[in-house]
């Protein structure tokens, strides 16, 4: 993971901050958007290996990002967050082809492992 | 008037399905932060030792009661989307399991244990069809009316199972309940029995006592 480009994409600040500092720690390169506009500009601007991408947001939801990065064919693996008591959203973000979905709140080890096989899917296309 | 019907239930849900959403927020922001200092110690132990440990036990503390704090959250989460359907296919194990969460402060109130039984004594994948609102009310009504009769250190076990082809809740008093006769004769005088016979009427189900009293059957089909 330590060459991988990551970026978290949340609305609550906080969370994804603190979030980012943890990953730093642990030697991944990784950046932050706060809104889905400011994540498709970052991910328009340089190719990140994963993009975690909260599904419910103000403005641009976190399908609708996922959508264009599709549509772009930006061939980074999307896991998308989900803090619904459903997984609907998560279901429907895998049929739109993200790699996978995780339930907020997150295990970190449990994240960094799904970047990996992630990573290593892609690696094997 | 039939416009606004269940709308209230529909509000009560969009209410709490949002608020909801907001708590594992914070839930999740309190999990980061607290994981985050865990990670600094990690890297930078604090100078002394005796500090070390009352700081690791207050982060220990911090843990325990988010892993609390988010099992409820996913429970009342579920709970609060449950009016989102007027009619929806429910795992019976699972309406035990999520009623059974919702109400355990209720029997810890009354010094009564509340649980669901091991997984070997639920019978295979059961599902029923029904409105999630009336079906998590009538289990709740049904813990409710053991609740209001059973003494201190009694204890309540929930099974889902299947009786001669039809599908039904099964809810046993352990412990120091009452004897059988005593049981069913206290049960029958409650209004919540009155309260769960109507609701399960609704429902288009019925209730029947166990072969030793020592409980009822909630039969959905």
């Not at chain 1, 990551?6 to 969370?15: N, R, W």
């Not at chain 1, 895998?94 to 990573?119: N, Q, T, V």
């Not at chain 2, 865990?38 to 325990?64: M, V, Y």
Request: charged share 25%; net charge negative; glycine share 8%.
């Amino acid at each position: 993971m330590n060459d991988a480009k990551v970026l978290l994409v949340d609305d609550e600040e906080e969370f994804v901050s603190a979030l980012a500092e943890r990953l730093d720690i642990r030697g991944i390169d990784t950046r932050v958007a706060t809104d889905g506009e400011q994540a498709l500009e970052l991910i328009e601007s340089q190719l990140f290996d994963v993009i975690v991408l909260d599904v419910i947001m103000p403005g641009i939801s976190g399908l609708e990002v996922l959508q264009r990065i599709k549509a772009k064919k930006i061939p980074s693996a999307v896991i998308l967050l989900t803090g619904h008591g459903s997984t609907r959203e998560g279901v429907e973000g895998m049929r739109m082809g993200a790699f996978d979905y995780l339930m907020k709140p997150l295990d970190i080890d449990e994240l960094i492992g799904k970047m990996k096989e992630s990573i290593a899917a892609r690696k094997s296309e | 008037m039939s416009d606004i019907e269940g709308k209230d239930i529909e509000f009560f849900g969009k209410i709490t399905a949002s608020m909801t959403h907001e708590f594992k927020n914070v839930l999740a922001i309190i999990k980061e932060s607290s994981g985050l200092m865990e990670d600094i110690t990690k890297i930078a132990p604090l100078s002394e030792s005796q500090h070390q440990e009352k700081f690791d036990n207050a982060l220990k503390t911090i843990k325990n009661q988010l892993n609390r704090g988010m099992e409820l959250s996913t429970v009342f989460n579920r709970f609060a989307h449950a009016p989102d359907r007027s009619t929806a296919e429910i795992n019976l194990k699972d309406l035990a399991e999520q009623v059974v969460t919702l109400s355990r402060r209720f029997a810890r109130l009354k010094h009564l244990t509340l649980k669901v039984a091991p997984e070997g004594e639920h019978d295979g994948n059961l599902h029923i069809k029904g409105n999630p609102v009336w079906l998590q009310m009538a289990v709740f009504t049904g813990i409710e009316c053991c609740l209001n009769i059973l003494p201190p250190e009694s204890g309540i076990i929930l099974a889902s199972q299947s009786r001669q082809g039809r599908k039904c809740i099964r809810i046993d008093c352990t412990g120091n309940a009452k004897d059988k006769d005593q049981l069913s004769a206290s049960l029958e005088s409650e209004q919540s029995w009155k309260d769960l016979n109507g609701i399960m009427s609704v429902l288009g189900g019925h209730i029947e006592w166990l072969e030793n009293a020592s409980g009822f059957e909630l039969i959905f089909e």
